[in-house]
């Protein structure tokens, strides 16, 4: 698959891009072999997304030796379609594994996929693991769920109004409102940083794209306000993982 073939493509899909978004695409390319025309990647505000299928891809080629997913079943409540698993991808029979977490529940996920909330987490945790496993920089578009219709909704709407929608302008920072969060409900700063990072699939949050934060920092609080206990004992799982690696 050639740059060129991929760019003409990109450019019937989704008209002229920038010469970041150019260059981004030719790393992908060259770097993973993604093919847009096989639903490898998607471009959304600005910004690629690879998908569930192109991570599949990456791993068959690298002839990843499997992938175990488990239900975290303290954080999974069927009743209220809040489901969190945990996926391990083994590279090779001597691995010892990449490890991902998915989480997923009607207030994360788009509304088109409602009461399919189980497989959205299976398959955010598989895509988590995955990018872990072999050092995908972008996220798979499937972790933004209800984020993305979000943004379709607002650019739809400055379509008809000229005036910004009440609570999207002016409204506070992303880095303020988790700070407000963590303040809220005394979470440890920490091990909030430890969880966003691995939700975000990233090795620092400044890696994490603007749309990935906003993703968590939606997470977070919903998680809070719903079930702290649950959410404590997750953020309490990286504080054993730092105390065993030391």
Known sequence: MNRRSNVEIARIMWGELSE??????????????LRIASGDLLYLGG????????????????HCSGILITPSHQFCDPARSRWTFKATVYKHRNCKGFVGYGDANPSNVSTLVRGAELRVAETRAVNRALRKAYGIGICSVEE????????????????????????????????????????????DPNLVKSYATDYCGVKTLREAK?????????????????????????????????????
Do not use: M
């Open 210 to 246: 603007r749309e990935q934060v906003e993703a968590f920092v939606v997470h977070l609080a919903d998680w809070a306000e719903k079930d702290r206990n649950a959410l404590l004992c997750q953020l309490n799982s990286y504080l054993s993982a730092k105390e065993g690696a030391a």
């Open 20 to 33: 970041i978004a150019l260059d981004t695409l030719e790393d992908l390319t060259k770097r993973y072999s």
């Open 144 to 187: 933004i769920g209800s984020l993305a219709e979000s943004a379709q909704s607002r650019r739809q709407a400055s379509k008809f109004s000229p005036q910004p929608a009440n609570g999207i302008c002016g409204g506070p920072k992303v880095r303020d409102r988790l700070c407000q969060i963590i303040r809220q409900h005394q979470l």
């Open 47 to 62: 910004t690629w997304y690879i998908t569930h299928t192109g991570l599949l891809r990456i791993a068959e080629r690298k």
